[in-house]
């Protein structure tokens, strides 16, 4: 895989699914403090 197409899938990762990890990670945190 060359460095372009693996920036696209972390651009994407980090726009879509991220996102929601993100969202997620969050709420555990929230949850432990």
Do not use: P, R
């Amino acid at each position: 895989m060359d460095m372009k197409n693996k920036n696209v899938l972390i651009t994407g990762a980090t726009s879509g699914i991220g996102y929601e990890f993100a969202k997620i990670f969050a709420e555990k945190i929230i949850i432990l403090y």
